[in-house]
């Protein structure tokens, strides 16, 4: 009998956080047993992850403990890539071996997933804390702490149209890995479609809207975890960034058009990231390396340029409208 949900954790010389959140998961996971698989996938780790893993398999040997070591490094997005694919449960939760987890996630998660036999992705919400100034952290367009708004716990809303509001709101929070509980066949029909995924750093992104085109959204409204901002790779180093912001997130866009979403949203979309991009990272990257940025950044402002062209009649046209039915009023007025 297959399980229902697969909680992975992708790792790489952390040792001590993979033993910490190793300790989080056995208490958070008591009284699910029957029902969740522990996965660990170590990135090729030189520390003393493996005695780490050791460890914890012989203390939880009562549960289903999988393990996958990679022979090299194969980059963090493909550890990511290994986990969903490796996952034989309905439901998988790939979580960051140091992102702090309520204990009481696991049975929200759980209970959830066995209320709701359709549902294809589940959002947990979460508040942001900078790691150096330990200050509070959220997008600049959500009120408050906590990185969804879009409250939809009932799981009978439009998945496709949770999804793009979720994006159109704030990236970050669809594309935080511990955040997402994606539908196991739909996660891996996903990876068959666009295999390259794996090599895209905001890929989660695309797995998200997959997922939430073929079934029912839950966004929870209360928040389970915390995500530490300023320590990842990409915001540290100028380059990730550039690739980010400039070539991820547009090829993202066109892939989510790709699997069924309007034209007009993904264009937006494009506009959006426009205006968000951040020119100091471009300009850095264009003193270090003026050849490689150039080849990133000019598709990226054709596209952008093709999806302003292509709003624009959209923008006219309901001006006109509004002009029109102004117009109206007040004729009918007088």
């Not at 995924?197 to 992104?205: K, R």
């Not at 058009?257 to 506009?271: H, N, P």
């Not at 471009?282 to 080849?295: D, E, H, V």
């Amino acid at each position: 009998m297959t399980k229902l949900l697969t909680i992975a954790i992708p790792t790489y010389n952390r040792a001590e956080y993979l033993d910490q959140q190793l300790e989080w998961l056995s208490q958070a996971i008591q009284g699910f047993e029957s029902e969740c698989e522990i996965l660990v996938s170590d990135n090729c780790s030189t520390d003393n992850t493996e005695d780490v893993i050791k460890k914890w398999q012989e203390k939880l040997k009562d549960l289903t403990f999988h393990v996958n070591i990679n022979h090299v490094n194969v980059g963090l997005i493909k550890n990511i890539v290994c986990c969903l694919n490796q996952s034989q449960t309905k439901y998988v939760w790939t979580i960051g071996d140091d992102d702090p987890i309520q204990e009481r996630a696991v049975a929200y998660v759980v209970n959830k997933l066995k209320a709701h036999e359709n549902l294809s992705l589940l959002f947990l919400n979460f508040s942001g804390r900078h790691k150096l100034t330990n200050e509070p952290v959220h997008p600049p367009n959500i009120v408050g702490n906590r990185w969804f708004d879009a409250d939809s716990e009932d799981g009978n809303g439009d998945g496709k149209a949770i999804f793009e509001y979720c994006f159109t709101k704030s990236v970050g929070a669809v594309s935080f890995l511990s955040a997402s509980i994606y539908h196991v066949d739909l996660v891996k029909r996903s990876l068959k479609i666009w295999p390259d995924a794996q090599n895209n750093w905001l890929s989660l992104v695309y797995f998200a809207g997959y997922c939430a085109s073929h079934g029912s959204v839950i966004v929870t409204k209360e928040t389970y975890l915390e995500c530490i901002v300023g320590v990842s790779y990409w915001q540290k180093e100028i380059n990730s960034a550039l690739l980010m912001q400039y070539q991820d997130i547009p090829e993202v866009i066109v892939k989510l058009e790709e699997i069924g979403y309007s034209r007009q949203f993904c264009r937006r979309m494009m506009l959006q990231n426009f205006r968000e991009v951040d020119l100091k990272v471009f300009l850095g990257a264009l003193r270090r390396w003026p050849i490689s940025a150039i080849k990133i950044v000019v598709p990226f402002l054709a596209l952008a340029g093709m999806a302003a062209i292509e709003l624009m009649p959209v923008r006219e046209y309901r001006m006109a409208e509004s002009l029109r039915s102004q117009g109206s009023e007040v004729t009918r007025k007088k």
